[in-house]
């Protein structure tokens, strides 16, 4: 930057046009054509900015796409997690419920006992082989001799009915729908509970059904 | 000139600035980018990765008809974090009836962890209190899913929780004593410790980066090692059987006061065991409560002196060395002398005219010696070791014993005939059952077998027993044999205990003197062996009740025999026996 201030300049030089001159004189300068071609071209800038914003645009995009799958595969492979140890405690549940142990103390709450010496009849000459006896008496036998710890006892089961009778705090928790599972409280827990129904129902299943089908009439 | 040349020179400093600031960037960033690139990048994944150990699943233990005997199951263990528990008293919980949280004390947070647990509150605070400063505890081990499910709900920040795979057995004691049990270590007993390696699962692991919340960031790198999961143990034990069989012998036990019991049921045709069952035994679920001695399976693991039940194993050996015939003849005195001592029947008798069959279907001891006399002790000494006796069954059962069966060139005068009817030679029940299905098989002795198969994860199915069958006895020796047994279910003083109405039943009681010290006692182990249908034999049952204090006969066993015979007759649905033969004359 120049410091000379400009008082000091002659006149000519403050003035952009110089007096001696008469017309101003205009010059053009031209391009030839192949300057012209050479020039950059505004289109080709906005086409490789544009295409520059396009290609974040989309990485973006998949980014954004790919992040949601990844979290879709989270939940996914939770809730698969989930429904694998409710499917195995479920499982757990019925493998104890079907247990000879199980069943015999369901049977015996319905009044059954096992079976006698066994009789054969013939279909062909109907001739009857061995002497039928009864059934022993219901809940005979120690139900102790063949033991299965895996059998909530009674005390756990009365603890169980008790903790599912109070619903406040804890019942209200297993809102969602993975608490909701059915295994555990219901099934094999209260045997009594659900044999007594069962055993008053069978008494009046018999009229009910024969409701829906044609009674047989017998002489 | 002095002002450019001072222009030029801030100029250059300029340059030389940004210049040295460009090379410091550059060196700084060669310096980042290659020469600490490797150790730098390992140290930002292992910031943000986490490897998590996946668990395999241990194989399942099932019975012949896939019935679930021992079975993995998800076990959790609640654990807190002591020092973060808020030591002012008030924490948080998730709000049970919508959504954020709700402020509770810690006592409460405590109670309603010991609600669905079940656990006192104040074992939950000594847990706590054990050691303030730690960063781990456990509050409750191994809770069910559902109690789990419970506790994740209540959102309490500073109770955690960590998988804990677990082994149940569902059917509790049946087939207990085969199936074995887990303990801290790993497999303790039964087929869970000779099948381990059927059954044990590798776990495997798994890393992966992931972000603030967890999540894995996509395209990170997975190194992962797959867990393996166990292969299914399939047993050829009946679960159904095997239950009613033990309730059988375990009533019975009781009843007449035994110290121990025991009964084995065979299938004929391919030597699968269908039920081995003891009584006292062992709950798999609960092994603390069961006794020393029951923790294994007697069957397999007590040999004792067998008695008479061997009878029909000598009788079947001197007929196929062409030595007797079931019609063979012979005097059978009240007491048969031999060097060094005399041998004698269970009843006082005058000499008796007996045929073979008559021997067996009287259990002479006194019969049996003088049969013996037809056949060299060393060919008498093979026939047994060819029918098993002194060597471990196929199955080799963990803590199986081999039984005693003496050379023969050590037997002398008297045990050279005692071993021909069970006294001064031992088996276990499995060999004694195993006798009587090689005679009820024609003869020929199939490999007893416990366990069906091993089936891996990938499908691949190993541990298949071999199934070759060898000729004992020629096929006419095990039939007529058969049919002489016919006669105790038939005739004998027991038959109407061992009869089955429909069915042909041959058996043989055995009631042994238990020698202790060196010498016999008045303790017996009573038991019956027998076939049925005899007509096309199907099924072997051995019942036996060691040291009885009430009932010292075979005939505290007969009814078990009896019972347990005609539950496998009807189970697996035998036809009746159609076919009559004609019974062997007894006496001449």
């Known amino acids: 930057m120049s410091t000379i201030l400009v008082s000091s300049l002659p006149d000519y030089a403050r003035s952009p046009e110089r007096p001696d001159h008469g017309a101003p004189r205009q010059i053009e300068i031209v391009t030839t054509r192949a300057q012209r071609s050479a020039r950059p071209r505004l289109a080709y800038a906005l086409i490789a900015v544009g295409g520059i914003f396009l290609i974040f645009m989309a990485q973006l995009g998949v980014s954004i796409a790919l992040s949601d799958g990844a979290y879709k595969i989270s939940s996914l492979n939770s809730a698969q997690r989930d429904l694998t140890r409710e499917a195995s405690a479920l499982n757990e549940v019925n493998n104890l419920n079907a247990s000879p142990q199980n069943l015999r103390t369901l049977a015996a709450g319905i009044g059954m006992g096992s079976g006698g010496a066994a009789a054969f009849i013939n279909s062909g000459s109907g001739k009857v082989t061995g002497i039928a006896a009864p059934a022993e008496k219901s809940g005979a036998g120690s139900s102790s001799n063949v033991p299965n710890g895996a059998l909530p006892t009674a005390k756990q089961k009365a603890k169980e009915a008790a903790a599912t009778a109070t619903p406040p705090a804890v019942a209200a928790t297993t809102n969602s729908p993975e608490t909701e599972n059915p295994t555990i409280t219901v099934e094999g827990s209260t045997p009594t509970a659900a044999g007594a129904p069962a055993a008053s129902t069978s008494t009046t299943s018999i009229p009910s059904s024969s409701g829906a089908l044609p009674s047989p009439v017998t002489h | ?171 509790g004691a049946v087939a207990g004593n085969l199936v074995g049990f887990m303990g801290t270590d790993g497999a303790q007993a039964g087929i869970e410790l000779t099948e381990n390696k059927c059954l044990a699962s590798t776990n495997g692991t798994s890393t992966y980066e992931r972000g603030a919340d967890g999540v894995r960031i996509p395209g990170s790198t997975v190194t992962a090692t797959a867990p393996k999961d166990g292969g299914t143990v399939k047993l050829t034990i009946d679960q159904d059987l095997s239950y009613f069989v033990q309730q059988t012998i375990a009533a019975r036990a009781k009843a007449i006061g035994a110290q121990w019991a025991t009964a084995v049921v065979v299938r004929v045709k391919d030597g699968n065991l269908m039920a081995v069952a003891d009584w006292p035994t062992v709950d798999p679920n609960n092994v603390s409560a069961a006794k020393r001695t029951a923790l294994g399976s007697l069957a397999f693991s007590t040999s004792y002196e067998p008695g008479s039940t061997f009878k029909p194993m000598t009788v079947a050996s001197l007929i196929d060395a062409g030595k007797i015939t079931p019609t063979t003849k012979i005097k059978v005195p009240n007491q048969y002398f031999v060097k060094g001592g005399e041998i004698s029947d269970s009843w006082d008798h005058e000499t008796l005219k007996y045929t073979t069959a008559g021997v067996i279907l009287n259990s002479s001891n006194v019969g049996i010696s003088v049969l013996s ?70 003869g020929v002795k199939k490999p007893l077998s416990l366990v069906e198969s091993c089936t891996a994860a990938d499908g691949t199915v190993s541990d298949v027993p071999n199934k070759k069958g060898t000729r004992v006895v020629s096929e006419y020796a095990a039939k007529s044999t058969v ?106």
């Open chain 2, 483 to 588: 049919h002489m047994m016919e006669g105790v279910a038939t005739v004998g003083w027991l038959a109407s205990q061992l009869k089955i109405p429909g069915y042909r039943v041959a058996a043989k009681t055995g009631t042994a003197e238990v020698a202790e010290n060196g010498v016999y006692t008045g303790e017996r182990i009573v038991s019956v062996a027998g076939i049925a249908p005899a007509d096309d034999p199907q099924y072997v049952v051995v019942a036996t009740y060691g040291k009885p204090s009430t009932m010292k006969t075979s005939e505290a066993a007969a009814p078990t025999f009896q019972k347990i015979m005609a539950q496998v007759l009807k189970k697996y649905r035998v036809l009746p026996s159609t076919k009559t033969d004609k019974p062997i004359p007894v006496t001449w």
């Open chain 2, 1 to 171: 000139m002095n002002s450019q040349r001072s222009t030029r020179t801030r100029l250059a400093l300029t340059v030389i600035a940004v210049f040295a600031v460009v090379v410091v960037f550059a060196i700084r960033l060669v310096d980042i980018q290659v020469v600490r690139a490797g150790e730098l990048t390992t140290a930002a994944v292992a910031n943000r990765s986490k490897t998590l150990t996946t668990y395999g699943t241990r194989g399942e233990i099932v019975d012949t008809d896939g019935v679930v005997l021992a079975d993995s199951v998800d076990r959790f263990d609640i654990t807190v974090s002591p020092r973060s528990v808020p030591a002012n008293g008030k924490t948080v919980e998730a709000n049970p009836v919508g959504k954020g949280t709700i402020d509770v004390s810690v006592e409460q947070a405590l109670t309603d962890i010991g609600k669905v647990t079940g656990t006192k509150v104040s074992a939950l605070k000594a847990a706590i209190a054990a050691d303030p400063k730690s960063d781990f505890a456990y509050l409750v081990k191994g809770v069910k899913l559902d109690v789990y499910t419970k506790v994740t709900a209540l959102g309490i920040p500073w109770v955690y929780d960590e998988p804990h795979p677990g082994r149940v057995y569902p059917n």
């Open chain 2, 373 to 442: 006399e037809t056949l060299d002790k060393y060919k008498r000494h093979d026939y047994m070791t060819k029918f098993g006796i002194g060597s471990e069954t196929a199955v080799h059962f963990n803590g199986e014993d081999s039984g005693q069966l003496r050379a023969a060139k050590n037997w002398d005068p008297v045990t050279d005939k005692t071993v021909q009817f069970g006294q001064g030679v031992g088996a276990t029940s499995v060999q004694v059952a195993s006798i009587y299905q090689t005679l009820a098989n024609g």
